[in-house]
């Protein structure tokens, strides 16, 4: 297993000699000034790789190169987006990069409703809660149709939370759900957005009449397309899951299950078309069983995100420390370590602790906490040697 580490660019607070210093080998990065749907071009893959190299690592996974929404959902423009992808695409093979991990959600990404959920040790950490997602959905963003997607006793909850529902608080939903999650990673609404609700509300209006089928054979469009440059050069596109791994806000999620990524690889059978396998994301789903998932794609499997979640009753879920919850992180170590390829990990979603969260640190990836992650995987990593 090859050590890297997400690192937001020469703007991010944790520098590159800071990762040397804790064992890190590999960077996963992106080209985050170059807007959605532009051409990276060969010098500027190359500046990028060169400073990093400058530091004594190497720049082993793209994550992201975005993938612009009318790509998505079959806009007029998909064609020439999908050209400059292409173009992008071979820039970053002529530089000898060869793992590239993206995915194909719809207008948002990853979704917490709390970014400082507080842990019985004092450490804080990420959560997701279905009352007030749904509140949200069904009072904040009014989308039609909202209140169908819930259960009466949902519902029931949500008409709870209305009485103690201050504006404060709905200012903070809105910025947890569609900006601060987003923003960072090449999102649609960015930090500063003075209507981002609207914004919003207009970006789920692309998706009208796009279902999970057509959103399917718009993904295969897609791969379908990028594949000869990917034999090419050799590139592996590894699909991250949807996060959460199911349906939200009336849009079609399609990596959610099992069912999911055997249509995947079975749609686009070239051997570049695979899976970022992200342990938190398929975990936070009751219905995946993570250990056997792992197994099951290691052949297509290219990258592999170490984090775990614990789930509730209710289908609320929880950022879990590294050492527990349902994605079992240990038996995927000792998997993924006795595997013939050398296949690159990064930690993923650290808790807040001993001062993370005062400094300026991108959701979920404070330092400490993420570095602390690091160090019981490698402890993982030592006992399965």
């Known amino acids: 297993m090859e050590r890297t580490w997400r690192w937001f660019g020469r703007k991010d607070p944790i520098t590159l000699d800071m990762l040397r210093q804790i064992g890190v080998e590999g960077i996963v990065t992106a080209l985050h000034e170059i807007p959605n749907g ?43 987006l999908i050209a400059n992808y292409v173009e992008s695409l071979a820039s970053l093979g002529r530089n000898g990069i060869r793992t590239v991990c993206y995915n194909f959600m719809p207008v948002i990404d990853w979704i917490r409703t709390d970014l400082d959920y ?41 008409d709870a939370l209305e009485s103690g529902m201050t504006e404060e608080r709905k200012a903070r939903l809105i910025d947890t759900i569609i900006v601060k999650t987003q923003g960072f990673i090449d999102g649609n609404i960015k930090e500063g957005e ?24 718009n993904l295969k469009y897609f791969l379908d397309s990028i594949m000869p440059v990917c ?35 079975d749609a686009v059978p070239d051997r570049h078309n695979g899976l970022t396998f992200c342990a938190g994301s398929l975990s936070s789903g009751r ?6 998932m792992a197994a099951r794609y290691v052949d297509r499997t290219y990258f592999v995100h170490l984090r775990s979640t614990d789930v509730d009753g209710d289908g609320n879920f929880v950022e879990a420390s590294h050492l527990a919850g349902r994605a079992h992180l240990q038996d995927l170590v000792r998997f993924y370590s006795g595997c013939s390829r050398n296949i690159p990990y990064r930690v993923d979603h650290g808790r807040c602790m001993l001062g993370d969260a005062e400094r300026p640190y991108n959701p979920g990836y404070s330092f400490l906490g993420r570095m602390y992650a690091l160090a019981q995987v490698m402890g993982m990593e030592s006992m399965v040697k």
């Open 38 to 80: 532009h051409v990276w071009s060969e010098s500027d893959v190359k500046y990028m790789k060169d400073f990093i190299e400058s530091h004594g690592m190497k720049w082993s996974v793209v994550e992201s190169l975005p993938v612009s929404e009318q790509i998505k959902y079959g806009g007029p423009d998909r064609d020439r």
């Open 287 to 292: 219905h995946n069983n993570v250990p056997e």
């Open 194 to 217: 003075k209507a981002p609700v609207s914004v919003f509300r207009n970006l789920l209006g692309l998706y009208a009449g796009i279902d999970r089928h057509t959103l399917r054979e």
């Open 231 to 265: 034999d090419e050069y050799g590139i592996d596109m590894c699909i991250h899951p949807d996060d959460p791994p199911f349906q939200v806000l009336g849009l079609p999620r399609i990596v959610t299950c099992e069912a999911d990524i055997d249509w995947l690889l």
């Open 118 to 158: 507080r842990c019985p040790d004092g450490t804080t950490t990420l959560r997701f809660d279905w009352a007030d997602f749904a509140y949200f959905d069904c009072r904040i963003l009014c989308r039609e149709g909202a209140e169908e997607s819930y259960s009466p006793e949902l519902m029931a909850r949500v």
